[in-house]
């Protein structure tokens, strides 16, 4: 059981828009950056949105990321194959036994 | 380039110790934080701590206290990770990543991953 949730899967068709939902409590997204990360199959993750909305270089201006009180997105736009993968939402959890950081379970990403 | 290179893959029985390394190059390595994340098979990312490499202070997962000591050794740009008492459902991926120190305390920007290393634990 994740602290921040994330549905196990989603999916598109090439060129349509998905967003992926990340929910937390007051104490990680509520008080911290969310940051997302996309892992292709057999291979390390590789950061994709850093402090709630802000793109690495490299990253398509396709992806973005939103947040909103204890809640983030991530939106994929123009959908392409390659975006198939396992994508995954972190933030740091200020909890009573002191700071963590807590990832989502993960969302698989189908592109149709 | 940056590179974050790590040992290869450990075979370990329940109860026993392994120890992980990841090397940097490219780049300062006492200028950025060296968490460490495992995967196990088929399941999400789970964080187990992080070390500052300047100071080798360490703030380790809660579910991993007493079991997890991270260190390094500026000499060679390496970093370590132990974990103890295995057991079987610590079988994973383990991977080293950093983190800027200029992201602050909080930063989480992973930016730069090693190539994991498998460590399987049966008896």
């Known amino acids: 059981q994740s602290v921040l949730t994330q549905p196990p899967s989603a999916s598109g068709t090439p060129g349509q828009r998905v967003t992926i939902s990340c929910s937390g409590s007051?104490?990680?997204?509520?008080?911290?950056?969310v940051y997302w990360y996309q892992q292709l199959p057999g291979t390390a993750p590789k950061l994709l949105i850093y402090r709630n909305n802000q793109r690495p270089s490299g990253v398509p201006d396709r992806f973005s990321g939103s947040k909103s009180g204890t809640s983030a997105s991530l939106a994929i736009s123009g959908l392409r194959s390659e975006d198939e993968a396992d994508y995954y939402c972190a933030a740091w959890d200020d909890s009573l036994s002191g700071p963590d950081v807590v990832f989502g379970g993960g969302t698989k990403l189908t592109v149709l | 380039q940056v590179q974050l290179v790590q040992s290869g893959a450990e075979v370990k029985k329940p109860g026993a110790s392994v120890k992980v390394s990841c090397k940097a190059s490219g780049y300062t390595f006492t200028g950025y934080y060296m968490h460490w994340v495992r995967q196990a098979p088929g399941q999400g990312l789970e964080w187990m701590g992080r070390?500052?490499?300047?100071?080798?202070?360490?703030n380790y997962a809660q579910k991993f206290q007493g079991r997890v000591t991270m260190t390094r050794d500026t000499s060679i740009s390496t970093a370590y990770m132990e974990l103890s008492r295995l057991r079987s459902d610590d079988t994973a991926v383990y991977y080293c990543?950093?983190?800027?120190?200029?992201?602050?305390?909080?930063?989480?920007?992973?930016?730069?991953w090693g190539q994991g290393t498998l460590v399987t634990v049966s008896s």
């Open positions: 070390i500052n490499p300047n100071s080798g202070g360490t």
């Open positions: 990543a950093r983190v800027p120190y200029s992201s602050g305390w909080y930063g989480l920007l992973l930016d730069y």
């Open positions: 007051s104490s990680n997204i509520g008080s911290n950056y």
